[in-house]
């Protein structure tokens, strides 16, 4: 937490994880996968956890997950050069499997301070895990997403208007949700233009 708290800009926090060893998913990983985007952006996703493709290349959805978030953002007439990407973890859980709770709460410190360093306009969590980790939610996603909720820590001045959408791993195997998730992107689109 004192790690965490002491970065100033994305760069201090990526060389406080470069030497952190409190997370044993580090051990099996082969790239720390911390963020993608501008400081400055007006909007951030917060994902799961890095997958294949991401632990290759060290940047968060870049795989088959990450194709498909593009291709939602351009929907609604948003660029991912714009967008600021994270995950609740910083790296790959072999296999894929879901974070354990101990792994999840490790990272917390450090992706809670990515948001108060970017302080986007409005935080997207993609997944229920990501939803519940961020917003201190436990219903399911199906009830979490389309709605608005605020992210708030000690640091932050103000709250943050954060919402949850479903997770493009989930959408690729069930497409005939695909209507939601894209209902879900107008509404962040509408937020982020003052609507
Ligand atoms: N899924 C996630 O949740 N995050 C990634 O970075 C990639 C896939």
Redesign the pocket.
């Known amino acids: 937490m004192d790690l965490a708290g002491q970065a100033k800009s994305v760069d201090d926090l990526r060389d406080a994880l470069m030497g952190f060893e409190g997370c044993a998913l580090k051990k099996t990983a082969t790239n720390l ?1 911390l963020s993608d985007g501008p400081v400055d952006a007006k909007l951030m996703f917060v ?5 294949a ?2 632990d290759r290349q060290g ?5 088959p ?2 194709k498909l978030l593009n291709a939602m953002l351009e929907s609604v007439g948003l660029k991912r050069e714009d967008v600021l ?4 973890v910083f790296w790959r859980p072999p296999g894929n499997r879901t974070p354990t709770t101990q792994e999840s709460a490790v990272c917390h410190p450090f992706i809670e301070r990515l948001v108060e360093i970017v302080d986007p306009e409005v935080l997207v969590c ?2 229920a ?2 939803a519940h980790t961020m917003l201190g939610q436990t219903q399911g996603i199906s009830r979490l997403r389309g709605k608005w909720f605020e992210f708030q820590t000690t640091r932050l001045s103000h709250p943050i208007d954060a919402t949850a959408l479903f ?3 989930y959408l690729l195997r069930t497409p005939i949700k695909k209507r939601d998730a894209w209902a879900d992107m107008r509404m962040i689109a509408k937020k982020l233009s003052g609507g």
């Open positions: 996968v994902g799961e956890a890095p997958g493709d991401e940047v968060p959805f870049v795989g997950s990450g990407i994270s995950n609740t993609v997944g895990p990501a997770h493009p791993a």
